[in-house]
């Protein structure tokens, strides 16, 4: 397990400082970073056990997967930057709320799940489907719009029992899903 107390990562020769652990997900620990100039995100693989999914070559499959979703037009955080060797990559920060802080604070508005159906058929056209769990999208906000993003690169070949109306919209909302979810993490 990474350390939260971490005050620097390299890539690829280059020195980031770390501000603050943004997430755990099943593929790595994602950091809001700095290298100087602009905030950016730090994603360290890690090869932490994970009971409902398999994994291939983890840092691979982020590139391969950037690569996938770009080409569907779907609002996403530019790759900066990958470092095979230490298992990382730096993507563009997209500062704002994740839709499961829009959900838990009650703030979750019909915009946001327009634009994620509009990405569900985005990616569903390409035969992909995403991570649809509310905390891999954040609203943005951009000029007078707020527009979402799906902050992680993670897609699979589509699969109508993964897609956003079958199994992602569970959690969009306070259902029992989401409020037993919510109860786990604070149960530890």
Not at 17 to 41: F, N
Not at 65 to 80: F, M, Q, S, V
Not at 97 to 123: C, D, F, H, I, N
Not at 147 to 155: P, Q, S, V
């Amino acid at each position: 397990m990474m350390e939260n107390t971490l005050q620097t990562l390299e890539v690829n020769g280059k020195e980031y400082g770390i501000t603050k652990l943004l997430g755990r997900g099943k593929g790595g620990y994602s950091y809001l970073a700095s290298d100087g100039w602009q905030e950016c995100v730090v994603k360290q693989i890690h090869h932490e056990p994970c009971s409902y999914y398999q994994f291939g070559n983890k840092i691979e499959s982020e590139v391969h997967d950037y690569g996938r979703l770009k080409k569907t037009g779907i609002p996403i955080p530019e790759l900066l930057a990958v470092d095979v060797k230490n298992e990382r990559i730096v993507k563009e920060y997209i500062p704002g709320p994740t839709v499961y802080e829009l959900v838990s604070e009650g703030r979750m508005q019909e915009q946001y799940l327009a634009q994620v159906r509009k990405m569900a058929g985005q990616v569903r056209q390409a035969g992909l489907n995403i991570d649809y769990f509310p905390t891999n999208f954040i609203a943005a906000q951009k000029g007078a719009d707020v527009i979402l993003y799906y902050i992680d690169y993670e897609c699979n070949e589509y699969m109508e029992e993964w897609s956003f109306e079958t199994w992602g919209i569970r959690y969009w909302s306070k259902t029992p899903e989401f409020l037993a979810y919510v109860e786990e993490q604070q149960n530890g």
